[in-house]
């Protein structure tokens, strides 16, 4: 059992091409966000588990006693429902009402806060099983990801949490060596990681892709086609702005409203959708090619396929007078945005090419910001869940682990190349 402080780190994630198209069978490409959730895990000896969610005000503590006598019955449960990826039990609806009976939630408390919890504890009390008691611990998960904004801040949450209770429990070994500052799983482990975390989406969202907590792990970038995942051979980290507009919006209405243009005039939205498959495809070929050897005309390339996308989104409705303010404000400084997501308003990304000089990258983010927009300098196709021997940090810290810092790995040549739902 593990009995030092263990430091873990995820990333979220972003669509780069393939918005709705993807809901009618085509293809879409995410890539993991270098924007972070951190979870630091310190073992106890007080008889208490406690989690502590500073970003949504959450802190909770248990007695493992309690857990324990509920642990029979909610593992026998377990027993039963075994899901197809061997022996890691498919969450019940039975089990979250023992759950939920458990963790005395707040009555203030809000919904999405339950869930959190609750995805906590299924993955605590079932990766924990096997030992002779319950393990006493203090887990703190802070993150860099706005909730809500379909950036993957729940599967962010649910890899962090597997890979850390994994690593607790010696059902993966630690990774990091003495001297290493940071370190990754093998690519058995990262499975491993990976479909837990899946069963802590399963109790977040129901009914998950499984796309997000696939990026959070391998991090890099992914392919997704009717439910088939295909990692891509990693490209360069991209470096962009990723802006929130912080108009709320449905995804739910926003994929209806696309379903109904589909159905009224399939004539005019059928080649919509075939041209945005083209794109992300042709957007896949570019990334190769830059994989494999970097090019200013390759940027170029890139741009275009964002501006033609952009216009094809706006043109199956889901766009926003805030998103096309978004696009405006870049483009008068030289740069090419489009939407990322369900659209209606959410977050847009703006690509950042190399030679962009930093008063103009200033400008653009002091533009956005004044239209109330929120701005992240930041990068896509980062490295995915990792271990770390940085110094803790606390929750009041205005900024622990720097996603800029941590950036500065993602673009290391010798990071292992791996690799929708949304929140």
């Keep these: 059992m ?49 989690l502590s969610l500073p970003n949504i005000g959450i802190k909770q503590a248990w007695d493992v006693a309690r857990l324990q006598l509920l642990d029979t019955i909610f593992l026998d449960k377990c027993k039963e429902e075994k899901s197809e990826q061997g022996d890691i039990p498919v969450p019940s609806a039975e089990q979250m009402e023992k759950l939920k009976e458990v963790a005395g939630f707040p009555v203030d408390c809000a919904i999405n806060h339950h869930l959190a919890v609750l995805a906590f504890l299924y993955l605590y009390l079932c990766i924990c099983r096997k030992q002779r008691t319950l393990p006493s611990l203090d887990i703190v998960l802070w993150s860099e990801l706005p909730t809500g904004a379909g950036l993957g801040s729940s599967a962010a949450y649910s890899v962090c949490l597997a890979a850390a209770l994994l690593t607790l429990c010696e059902d993966i070994p630690n990774p990091l060596k003495d001297g290493d500052p940071t370190n990754r799983w093998t690519e058995k482990d990262l499975e491993l990681i ?74 005019i939205v059928t080649p919509l959708l075939t041209s945005i498959d083209a794109i992300s495809l042709e957007c896949e070929r570019v990334l190769a090619a830059m994989a494999a050897d970097p090019a200013p005309e390759q940027y170029l390339a890139l741009e275009e ?105 993602c673009c290391s040549p010798s990071e292992k190349p791996f690799l929708d739902s949304g929140d």
């Design 2 to 50: 593990l009995s030092d402080v263990l430091l873990v780190s995820a990333p979220g994630k972003v669509i780069l091409h393939g918005e709705h198209a993807v809901v009618h069978g085509k293809v879409a490409l995410a890539v993991a966000l270098n924007l972070r959730t951190f979870l630091r895990l310190q073992p106890q000896s007080n008889g208490r588990v406690s």
């Design 194 to 267: 990976n479909r837990w975390a899946f069963q802590g989406e399963r109790v977040i969202h129901g009914n998950p892709s499984g796309v997000d907590n696939a990026v959070s792990t391998w991090g890099g970038a992914l392919r997704y086609q009717q439910g088939k995942i295909t990692s891509l051979k990693r490209p360069p980290a991209l470096k962009i702005l990723l802006t929130s507009t912080r108009v709320p919006r449905s995804t739910k209405t926003l994929v209806a409203s696309v379903r109904n243009r589909l159905v009224k005039y399939p004539e």
């Design 305 to 409: 396929l964002i501006d033609m996308n952009q216009h094809h989104l706006n043109a199956l409705g889901v766009g926003h007078a805030s998103l096309d303010r978004l696009c405006q404000v870049t483009a008068a400084h030289g740069l090419h945005s489009k939407l990322t997501g369900a659209g209606g308003g959410g977050c847009g990304i703006t690509l950042l090419k190399p030679d962009l000089e930093r008063p103009e990258v200033e400008a653009t983010k002091q533009a956005l910001a004044n239209c109330g927009f929120d701005c992240w300098e930041t990068c896509i196709g980062a490295p995915g869940v990792s271990v770390t021997q940085l110094p803790p940090w606390t929750p009041t810290s205005s900024r622990p682990w720097m996603a800029s810092e941590m950036c500065l790995s």
